[in-house]
């Protein structure tokens, strides 16, 4: 069964830097683009970054874009997403979601628990 | 970067019917797909494609779409149904990816 695990986060202070990993299985990764999704406490889902399925082309929102870096190492089906220059109000759940795509439809059809970022001094 | 904007609440009595709208300017060009969000869970896929079911989930939800506006239709709502509910799409201007503001349901 497909599986998204991630790990990597924790209380970190204001402007300092983190790496989360996401952890896949029960599929051949090196297939599917993937994507971190993140969500702060008590507010709505916000998309964060995009990665191909062979780290080809990586795309961000505007909010993370030049701090936020994904990226993935298809050897290891893992996925990444290095957060530099943290600020508080990205205190935030961080989800990695894997994408299908069939007949000209996005969606997500699996998503991790999430690992919780704390940015706070 | 494109929006979709859903109503902030919802409220539906037990079996009966409740509609979610999600309005931008990306759902002319892409389908929605929708998510539900039950509290301390992460987000699962429930219709994607316009109006497609991953397996699994109740043939009481469907979805639809017209002009820049998706929908999704919850038929003889169950208490389970309670939850947060968000649309999502492409941008229609280049690869990035967008989630609405996000929908309350609650059964009464």
């Known amino acids: 069964q497909v599986q998204l695990v991630e790990s990597g986060g924790g209380v970190v202070q204001p402007g300092r830097s983190l790496r989360l990993s996401c952890e896949a299985s029960?599929?051949?990764?090196?297939?599917?683009?993937m994507h971190w999704v993140r969500q702060a406490p008590g507010k709505g889902l916000e998309w964060v970054a995009l990665?191909?399925?062979?780290?080809?082309?990586?795309y961000y929102a505007d909010s993370v874009k030049g701090r936020f870096t994904i990226s993935r190492d298809n050897s290891k089906n893992t996925l990444y997403l290095q957060l530099n220059s943290l600020r508080a109000e990205e205190t935030a759940f961080y989800y990695c979601?894997?994408?299908?795509?069939?007949?000209?439809?996005?969606?997500?059809?699996?998503w991790g628990q999430g690992t919780l970022v704390t940015v706070s001094s | 970067s494109s929006e979709l904007t859903q109503d902030p609440a919802v409220s539906v009595a037990l079996g009966q019917t409740v509609r979610i709208t999600c309005q931008g300017d990306?759902?002319?060009?892409?389908?929605a797909s929708w998510y539900q969000q039950k509290p301390g869970q992460a987000p699962i896929l429930v219709i994607f494609?316009?109006?497609n079911r991953p397996s699994g989930i109740p043939d009481r939800f469907s979805g639809s779409s017209s002009g820049n506006t998706a929908s999704l239709t919850i038929t003889g709502a169950q208490a389970e149904d309670e939850a947060d509910y968000y649309c999502?799409?492409?941008?229609?201007?280049?690869?990035?990816?967008?989630f609405g503001t996000g929908t309350k349901v609650t059964v009464l």
């Open positions: 990665i191909w399925y062979d780290g080809s082309n990586k």
């Open positions: 999502n799409s492409r941008d229609s201007s280049d690869n990035l990816r967008v």
């Open positions: 979601a894997r994408e299908k795509y069939t007949s000209g439809w996005y969606y997500f059809d699996y």
């Open positions: 494609g316009n109006n």
């Open positions: 990306s759902l002319r060009s892409y389908y």
């Open positions: 029960g599929f051949t990764f090196s297939t599917y683009a």
